[in-house]
């Protein structure tokens, strides 16, 4: 195997308690702590080759060259890693996900997670997870959260070298199950990055971070006992926060569709009726719908009923990003 090529796999995550808001924007340290789940089923596959002769970097993804201002973002990152690693050249990165990417779905947090693992071992840099994390974390905040494995928090930290994610608990913890009701998978218009830099302009966000320690405590407790009336109160609020954070900004933000807005009231009357379900809803109008093993079916005859639900994707809790025998 040559010591310039490594592929890793690593999973998209779903934040339980949401990141929003950068307080410092080029190193991405988070303007509050969040926690999330690994989702199993889907993942991203990363191999890349450094090779002294490139003068740029490449990048594939999913069969198709990538330019423009994504290969941009992914070569700025690798200038972290080049220097880290005191390497010249370029990489030629290959990348597949078995997802819908730019759907909500934090396809940036799977790609980022194996781009760093897989990159870093290629340069011969062999950093634990904690110094993966933080670096993943430069790449695209979410990104610390799909390094370690299972139920992920990551820490607001004080600087550059305490912000990043740890397991809390394994994926065995608790057989939760995430049905991803896709709406719609068109690439979204605002990108994450654009709206972390708008969150502070919401009168809302204040308030929604001064909350944020309440939340996660309350959030990390009942996943570590499993309550999940508990969880479901708190992941709605969380998630409704912050979006209402996103209507209020300056320009606004609004990326809930019809279809959105009906999953919500559906889950909400559900879960009075008894059903363990509960919904939480990223940057995009794909919403998540939450619940335990035992609830699966009823939860999908649920969401399969709802008019503008075009798909649903399913994932159980999922490991840490990891390394694969070469592909390439
Ligand atoms: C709404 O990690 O995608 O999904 O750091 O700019 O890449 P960048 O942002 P990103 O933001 C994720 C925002 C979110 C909430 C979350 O996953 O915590």
Redesign the pocket.
Same mark, same amino acid.
């Given at each position: 195997m040559s010591p310039d090529t490594a592929t890793a796999l690593a999973h998209p %995550?779903? =934040?339980f308690i949401?990141?929003?808001g %950068?307080r410092d924007a080029t190193l991405?340290l988070p303007a509050n702590g $969040?926690l @999330?789940m690994n989702l199993g089923r889907l993942y991203t596959r990363t191999t890349v080759i450094w090779d002294e002769n490139l003068t740029e970097d490449s990048l594939t993804l999913n069969g198709a060259a990538v330019s423009g201002p994504a290969l941009q973002r992914v070569s700025a990152f690798l200038d972290l890693i080049r220097a880290q690693a005191g390497r010249r050249g370029g990489a030629r990165v290959v990348s597949e996900t078995n997802f819908p990417p730019g759907a909500?779905l !934090?396809s @940036? !947090?799977a790609a980022?997670a194996a781009l760093t693992l897989a990159a870093t071992h290629a340069a011969g840099l062999e950093l634990d997870a904690v110094a993966l994390s933080r670096l993943a974390r430069r =790449?695209?905040? $979410?990104?610390c959260?799909s390094i370690p494995g299972g139920f992920v928090e990551w820490q607001v930290g004080t600087g550059d070298a305490d912000s990043y994610a740890i397991s809390i608990a394994p994926p065995q913890h608790w057989a939760l199950v995430d049905l991803i009701a896709i709406v719609s998978a068109e690439h979204k218009s605002v990108?994450?990055?654009e709206?972390?830099a708008l969150a502070s302009s919401s009168p809302f966000q204040a308030a929604r971070l001064a909350d944020a320690p309440r939340r996660l405590d309350l959030c990390r407790r009942a996943l570590l006992t499993r309550d999940f009336e508990a969880l479901a109160a708190i992941v709605e609020l969380d998630s409704d926060m912050?979006h209402a954070v996103m209507m209020t900004s300056t320009p606004p933000l609004c990326y809930w569709q019809p279809a959105t807005i009906a999953i919500m009231h559906a889950v909400r009357a559900a879960r009075a009726r008894g059903m363990a379900v509960c919904y939480t809803i990223?940057?995009g109008p794909n919403v998540h719908v939450l619940c335990p093993e035992a609830e699966r079916q009823a939860a999908r005859a649920l969401l399969t009923g709802i008019a503008g639900v075009q798909q649903i994707l399913e994932s159980e809790p999922g490991g840490p990003a990891r390394l694969l025998p070469n592909r390439l």
């Open positions: %995550n779903i =934040a949401k990141y929003w %950068n991405r $969040s @999330s909500g !934090a @940036s !947090a980022f =790449a695209s905040g $979410s990104a959260r990108g994450s990055s709206g972390h912050m990223d940057a």
